[in-house]
Structure formats: structure tokens, C-alpha cells
């Protein structure tokens, strides 16, 4: 596994979906009584309920709401109905745009209550909200074990596909690991990451690292839960206090944050990766690729021109990001290679280099 690949699978959670799952062969048992349900009527049922059931949440603008409506399709339906109604939310409800990953992560809460089952819940998994439903699954599923019995489970609770190794999918389960860890301990980070450092494997433990300081930064005005090691006005914390092991994921998410309290300047967001220490700075700057990318919809001339707003000597670093993010938002290569083919020819190799490892996993 390249450090390229490893980086670009920690790029890809914050702003795009991987839609494929986890590894889930021992997160509930496949033989469950619901599980067998499931898969007789997950490709029949799961048709949208229709938006007009959120009119109401639309104008009372809580997460409350919403939660209530999910839970009442999820109840009388099943998740996938739940998920097809958020994306189509996505498209026209401004609280929803705002709160989808949040909301993702409701939707797989709500599943694993009703199914009891990993395996039963995961038969309605979907792309929506940048793999929400995944990471609510994976917190609800370690909810269940108290801290001994968690930490003895820890090293086998994600299974590698051996003829797909370090996929997406695998990626996500550890990821989606660290989203429940934080949110088990009442957003602690620290305390969450001392569990992500019982994972004997390097590559797995960081995709631990990356739930846990996503997860520190989704919950930042989510409604879900509230974000306790976050600075305004230091808003590279925590990446400059925790371990070095622990750097390189919490650098990957970090600008999700830097651009949250600096209103979106880009270039004063810039500035403060290059202020970063010195062996992060790219990191940084393929963090700003990514949501450049997300908030650009893609857009090769946009992308360029934003990430032409920082150093020159790490734009290819955020061209890198923004094409990686291309790849998981379309699950294919067609809007990273368009991206590619713009850039400045100096910035062009490792644009195609990260669309390549991106490709890879998939």
C-alpha cells in the first residue's frame, strides 16, 4: 500500500461517498432472521416516500424534525426509502444540504435499531451524504459492548476482502470505527484515539485516526452531538497538539474546519497551511483540494483557479486532493481526467497519479 493510496482513501470520506459497505463479515450474523428478510424485499421496496412528508421539517429547520420523519419511514419501511427521500432533500432543502452527513448517520442508527444486524442493514446501503449510513451503523453496532469487551474485539472487527485488498469498502469500516469510538466517548477525541491505538496494523489504525477527527469535525454545529477539542482561534487544533502517528489523518480532514471559521477565504486558509509544520504543509493543501472540489461541484475551471490561490510550490498537493475527491463523488475517473487535462502541465502528473490510486480502490 503506497502512502499516496493510504492518504487519498483518508481524503476521500469528508465530502464524497464510497457506497460500497464495510467489511462487515463478523458485524452481526449473516444467518440473522433479518437479514434473510431483508434480502427478500431490499429491491423492492426502497422507493422514495416522497418529499411532502418533510414540508413541515423544511420550515421548522431542526434536526429534530427530521430525525422523527426519518424514523417514521424507517420504521414503516425500511432504510433504503429513508435514504432515496435525503438525496432527493439534498437537491432542494437548504437545512438538508447543510446537515446530510448528520443525517446519513441518523438514517443508519435508526437501521441497526430496527434490524439488529450489520449484515441485514447493510443490504440498503447507498452513496448518499458521503457514507453516513455506514458510519451510524458502525456507532451503533460497537455500542453494544462495554470498553473491555470493545477493546478485545477491536483487531478483528474489520475483515479484508483478500481478492480486493485495501479497498474502499475496508477503508470505511475502520473509518466508520472511528466515527463510533468519538461519539461512544461523548466526543473526547484523545479518549477515542487511545482506543484507535489498540489496531495492531498501521494502515487500519490511521483509518481509525480519520473517523475519529471527522467525526470532531461533523459534530461541529450538527445537532447531533457537540465538538469539545476544537479551537476558533487556534483551528489547526488538534492536528498540532496530538501524536505524530496521529498527524497525517488529522491533517487530511482539518481545512473542513480552517474554512468553517475563516468564512471560506480561501486564501487566508491557505496561509494557515503553509504556517502548518513543515512535513504537513501537502497534507494541508490536499485537505483544501478536497473541498475545493466539493463546494466547486467538480468544476475543473474552478478547481484550478481556487487552488492557485496558495503556494505555488504545493498546488499540485491540492489538485491531488481536489481529483482523488472527483473520483469518489462520480465513482469513476471521467471529471478527475477533465480536471487533468486543465491543470497547469507542471501539476499534471500527480493529478493523474491520485486519480489512478483514487481508481484503484473502487
Known sequence: M??????????????????????????????HP??????????????????????????????????????????????????????????????????????????????????KSVTAAEQYARETCWSGYHHGLMESYISQFDDKQLRSRMNGICKQD????????????????????????????????????????????????????????????????????????DPIYPCDVVTEQEKPSCYLMQTSYVLQVKNWNLPVAFRICNRVESRYVGTCYRSMGRD?????????????????????AHRAECIAGAAANAVYDRHGRAMADALCRLVDPADRAACLKATDDAVATL
Open 162 to 233: 483478500e481478492t480486493h485488498p485495501y479497498s474502499l469498502a475496508y477503508y470505511n469500516c475502520w473509518h466508520g470505527l472511528g466515527h463510533g469510538l468519538t461519539i461512544r466517548f461523548m466526543q473526547d477525541i484523545f479518549h477515542a484515539l487511545r482506543f484507535c491505538n489498540v489496531i495492531r496494523h498501521s494502515w487500519e489504525r490511521q483509518s481509525c485516526y480519520s473517523g475519529v477527527f471527522m467525526q470532531n469535525i461533523v459534530a461541529n454545529g450538527s445537532g447531533m452531538h457537540r465538538a469539545i477539542d476544537l479551537k476558533p482561534s
Open 2 to 31: 503506497s502512502p499516496v493510496r493510504a492518504a487519498l482513501l483518508a481524503l476521500c470520506t469528508l465530502l464524497v461517498g464510497a457506497g460500497l459497505g464495510y467489511g462487515a463479515a463478523n458485524l452481526g450474523d449473516s444467518g
Open 292 to 312: 475545493i472540489s466539493g463546494a466547486a461541484l467538480l468544476d475543473p475551471g474552478t478547481i484550478v483557479s481556487q487552488c492557485g490561490l496558495g503556494a505555488a
Open 34 to 115: 433479518a437479514a434473510a428478510a431483508v434480502a427478500r424485499d431490499a429491491k423492492t421496496t426502497a422507493h422514495a416516500s416522497g418529499a411532502s412528508a418533510f414540508a413541515a421539517c423544511k420550515k421548522d429547520e431542526t434536526f429534530g424534525c427530521y430525525q422523527r420523519e426519518f424514523r417514521r419511514i424507517v420504521d414503516a419501511q425500511n432504510p433504503g426509502v429513508a435514504l432515496d427521500d435525503l438525496d432527493a432533500l439534498y437537491k432542494s432543502d437548504a437545512y438538508v444540504k447543510r446537515e446530510c452527513h448528520p443525517l446519513a448517520h441518523e438514517i443508519g442508527h435508526l437501521a441497526f435499531a430496527k434490524y
